[in-house]
């Protein structure tokens, strides 16, 4: 009697265990408030464990993982980070490949775990080492998102011929220059390929399983909407809350071959997405009034929908060159400030917070030992590692650059202090004469607003001197604190003046 017992108890726990992760899940309703801070991390990289510094982790040597990369969760939680979305953890192809661990993107199974990211002196299972790591996410009120990638690897195109689109020849698709994968065959509106559904609903099945909240779905846009409509109908009839963001901007234009289908972001929004990556990632090259212009075009597009939506602000990715190689230090803190006091969902890539560069001593070099059919130690240069078993990403050799990093936390810090008057207030550009200088003010909906002034110089090359700004009205006993600059900024009556350091931003909060 008392072991029939025990077993139920142990079944009902298990059930409730399932039942209330999901139940627990709110990172739909937080994304959808711009409240949604998120860090991408490569689970191969996050906590490997690089004991010779050579920065490339020996076979002697231990990679990341699922079970070490819980250390460093408390850490990343102090940076202000709530929301974490992890790289592809699915089986990577060792055919064809690009570096020596193969890409994250060249998926080869839909329903397993990347061995590559398993601890292999653990005694739990590769799912539930996933599971764990998820779990302990969640204690810390972090929530998990995981990667969907767009293409199958060559071994899976090898196994599985018909989830693949071929040509003429019967020849499978390299969509332009990635060159390690092969275009899936989704089929189209009218025609559905049901074969690849079903492996997307297997994927979607297996995270919702180890405690995920969400999923990045990579180049969303090659997809047809209607295999969309499918796939979040099928999650959200699981959970609810269960968030879908898709790796779609608004300046694509076409797809990566002319064998894809092609679904604009506005198109992928109505069919489930909650959100797409503004293009914000071309600030390295605007000027001000440009920049402007991106923000009033996303918040006049996130009121366009019957359902709520937003966007996150893709500044730096996995895709993008590091700013500091770009700009120097100076972008990354112009870069962590913006995205506190703007009013859409914060996202940066692991090592960003640190002012990484993503250089590697060994890059593109013969490897001493691989795991693929590719001998070199393929790299982006200045871009996160995706190709093999490299660093954490905390600056290499340079180590940590403190700048950047005590602006991140201080600007995530302001951005959780002041989140009603950022995701609530108003958004107003302010005029300047330069355009390279872009000014603007977040301001609460009262008589006597609360208001956040910002601006920035776009020119990394040179210092702009005797910037005036004209300010709404301000009362007399408003109080003004500078938060991020200088100190040049000086506001008296309705006018701001200041000088800009190239790539310097300031920002000034004028309370009650």
Same mark, same amino acid.
């Given at each position: 009697?008392?072991?029939?017992?025990?077993?139920v108890?142990?079944?009902l726990?298990?059930?409730?265990?399932?039942?209330?992760?999901?139940?627990n /899940?709110?990172?739909?309703?937080k @994304?959808?408030?711009?409240? !949604?801070?998120?860090?991408g991390?490569?689970?191969?990289t996050?906590?490997?464990?690089?004991?010779?510094?050579? =920065?490339?982790?020996?076979?002697?040597?231990?990679s990341g993982n699922?079970?070490?990369a819980?250390e *460093?969760?408390d850490e990343?939680?102090?940076?202000?980070?709530?929301t974490?979305?992890?790289?592809?953890?699915?089986?990577?192809?060792?055919? +064809?490949?690009?570096?020596?661990a193969?890409?994250?993107? !060249?998926i080869?199974?839909?329903? +397993?775990i990347?061995?590559?990211?398993?601890?292999k &002196?653990?005694?739990?299972s590769?799912?539930?080492?996933? +599971?764990?790591f998820?779990?302990?996410c969640?204690?810390r009120?972090?929530?998990?998102?995981?990667?969907?990638p767009?293409?199958?690897?060559y071994?899976l195109f090898?196994?599985?011929?018909?989830?693949?689109?071929?040509?003429?020849?019967?020849?499978? %698709?390299?969509?332009?220059d990635?060159t390690?994968?092969? #275009?899936?065959?989704?089929?189209?509106?009218?025609k559905?390929?049901?074969d690849?559904?079903?492996?997307?609903?297997?994927f979607?099945?297996?995270?919702?399983a180890l405690g995920a909240?969400?999923?990045?779905?990579?180049?969303a846009t090659?997809?047809?909407?209607?295999?969309?409509?499918?796939i979040?109908?099928?999650?959200r009839e699981k959970d609810?809350?269960?968030?879908?963001?898709?790796?779609?901007?608004?300046?694509w234009? =076409?797809p990566?071959?002319k064998?894809? =289908?092609?679904t604009?972001?506005?198109?992928? #929004? +109505?069919?489930?997405?909650?959100?797409?990556?503004?293009s914000?990632?071309?600030l390295?090259d605007?000027?001000?009034?440009? @920049?402007?212009e991106h923000?009033?075009?996303n918040n006049?597009l996130l009121?366009?929908?019957?359902e709520?939506?937003s966007?996150i602000?893709?500044?730096?990715?996995h895709?993008?060159?590091?700013?500091v190689? #770009?700009?120097?230090?100076? @972008?990354?803190?112009?870069?962590?400030?913006?995205?506190?006091?703007?009013?859409?969902?914060?996202?940066?890539?692991?090592?960003f917070?640190?002012?990484?560069?993503?250089?590697y001593?060994?890059?593109?070099?013969?490897?001493k030992?691989?795991?693929t059919?590719?001998?070199?130690?393929?790299?982006? *240069?200045g871009?996160l590692?995706?190709f093999?078993?490299s660093r954490?990403p905390?600056?290499?050799?340079?180590?940590?650059n403190?700048?950047?990093?005590?602006n991140?936390? /201080?600007?995530?810090?302001? *951005?959780? =202090?002041n989140i009603? #008057?950022?995701?609530k207030?108003e958004?107003?550009?302010l005029k300047?004469?330069?355009?390279?200088?872009f000014?603007?003010?977040?301001s609460?909906?009262?008589?006597?607003p609360? *208001?956040?002034?910002?601006?920035?110089?776009l020119?990394?090359? /040179?210092?702009?001197?005797?910037?005036?700004?004209?300010l709404?009205?301000?009362?007399?006993d408003? @109080?003004i604190?500078?938060v991020?600059?200088?100190?040049?900024m000086?506001?008296h009556k309705?006018?701001?003046t200041?000088?800009? &350091?190239?790539?310097? %931003?300031e920002?000034?909060?004028?309370?009650?």
């Amino acid at each position: 009697m008392i072991k029939r017992t025990a077993l139920v108890l142990a079944l009902l726990v298990s059930f409730m265990g399932s039942s209330f992760a999901g139940e627990n /899940n709110d990172l739909r309703t937080k @994304f959808l408030n711009n409240q !949604a801070n998120i860090l991408g991390i490569n689970i191969r990289t996050f906590n490997a464990q690089d004991t010779n510094g050579n =920065e490339i982790i020996d076979e002697n040597e231990v990679s990341g993982n699922f079970i070490n990369a819980i250390e *460093r969760l408390d850490e990343i939680k102090e940076l202000g980070i709530n929301t974490i979305h992890v790289l592809p953890i699915t089986p990577v192809g060792k055919l +064809k490949a690009l570096g020596t661990a193969g890409s994250l993107y !060249a998926i080869s199974g839909f329903d +397993k775990i990347n061995e590559q990211l398993v601890d292999k &002196t653990s005694n739990l299972s590769p799912k539930d080492q996933a +599971k764990k790591f998820i779990d302990e996410c969640h204690k810390r009120g972090i929530k998990v998102v995981i990667d969907l990638p767009s293409c199958g690897s060559y071994d899976l195109f090898l196994k599985r011929p018909e989830l693949f689109i071929k040509d003429d020849k019967n020849i499978s %698709i390299v969509p332009t220059d990635w060159t390690d994968v092969r #275009l899936l065959n989704a089929g189209n509106n009218d025609k559905l390929n049901q074969d690849v559904l079903d492996e997307h609903k297997k994927f979607i099945d297996m995270i919702i399983a180890l405690g995920a909240d969400g999923i990045r779905a990579d180049v969303a846009t090659i997809k047809p909407s209607k295999f969309w409509e499918e796939i979040t109908k099928y999650a959200r009839e699981k959970d609810s809350e269960f968030l879908f963001l898709a790796e779609a901007s608004d300046s694509w234009r =076409e797809p990566p071959s002319k064998y894809a =289908e092609f679904t604009p972001y506005d198109e992928l #929004l +109505k069919s489930g997405f909650d959100g797409y990556y503004g293009s914000f990632f071309n600030l390295k090259d605007w000027n001000a009034n440009e @920049f402007i212009e991106h923000i009033k075009f996303n918040n006049k597009l996130l009121k366009s929908y019957n359902e709520p939506k937003s966007v996150i602000m893709s500044f730096t990715t996995h895709d993008e060159v590091s700013p500091v190689i #770009l700009h120097g230090a100076d @972008f990354s803190v112009m870069i962590s400030w913006l995205e506190a006091v703007l009013p859409y969902n914060p996202y940066s890539i692991d090592g960003f917070p640190y002012g990484d560069e993503y250089i590697y001593p060994w890059a593109n070099g013969k490897a001493k030992y691989t795991q693929t059919d590719d001998e070199t130690y393929f790299v982006h *240069r200045g871009k996160l590692d995706i190709f093999n078993f490299s660093r954490t990403p905390k600056g290499g050799q340079k180590g940590i650059n403190e700048q950047v990093l005590n602006n991140f936390k /201080n600007a995530y810090k302001f *951005r959780d =202090e002041n989140i009603d #008057l950022i995701t609530k207030g108003e958004f107003t550009p302010l005029k300047t004469d330069d355009e390279k200088i872009f000014a603007f003010m977040i301001s609460s909906k009262e008589k006597h607003p609360e *208001r956040i002034i910002v601006l920035g110089n776009l020119d990394f090359k /040179n210092t702009k001197d005797d910037i005036c700004v004209k300010l709404p009205r301000l009362h007399k006993d408003d @109080f003004i604190e500078l938060v991020q600059g200088d100190g040049s900024m000086q506001i008296h009556k309705r006018k701001l003046t200041t000088s800009l &350091t190239p790539g310097e %931003i300031e920002i000034a909060k004028i309370s009650k």
